[in-house]
Nanobody
Framework: QVQLEESGGGLVQAGGSLRLSCAAS????????MGWYRQAPGKQRELVER???????IYADSVKGRFTISRDNAKNTAYLQMNTLKPEDTAVYYC??????????WGQGTQVTVSS
C-alpha cells in the first residue's frame, strides 16, 4: 500500500494562491499516477488534476489555466499550485496515488477555504 500525507491547505482571499503538497511513502515504486480530487460540502468528490509517469496530465475544465500539478519523483511528492482562487474552489482536497491494475490510495485530505 501507499500512505499519503497532504499539507498546504488554509484560508485565502479570492484571487490568491496556495500550493498543496502530497508526500507518499510505502510502495512508492509501484505508483504510476498521482492526482488531486476535491469535495465541497454537499457535493460529489470530483477530479481536479492528475499526472502520469509519462508527464501527461488530465484536469477539470473548471481549473484550466489556474491550477498546475507537478511531481518530484526523487522526493516522492506531488504538488498542486492553485492560482486565481475562487470561492467555488472551497473544498477538502485529497491526494491520490494510482497503482496498476486499478488500485487507488487516498490521503486524509486538507481543507482549502477561499473567502469572497
Amino acid at each position: 500500500q501507499v500512505q499519503l500525507e497532504e499539507s498546504g491547505g488554509g484560508l485565502v482571499q479570492a484571487g490568491g494562491s496556495l500550493r498543496l503538497s502530497c508526500a507518499a511513502s510505502g510502495r512508492i515504486f509501484s505508483i504510476n499516477a498521482m492526482g488531486w480530487y476535491r469535495q465541497a460540502p454537499g457535493k460529489q468528490r470530483e477530479l481536479v488534476e492528475r499526472i502520469f509517469s509519462s508527464g501527461r496530465t488530465i484536469y477539470a475544465d473548471s481549473v484550466k489555466g489556474r491550477f498546475t500539478i507537478s511531481r518530484d519523483n526523487a522526493k516522492n511528492t506531488a504538488y498542486l499550485q492553485m492560482n486565481t482562487l475562487k470561492p467555488e474552489d472551497t473544498a477538502v482536497y485529497y491526494c491520490t496515488a494510482s497503482r496498476a491494475p486499478g488500485y487507488v490510495d487516498w490521503g486524509q485530505g486538507t481543507q482549502v477555504t477561499v473567502s469572497s
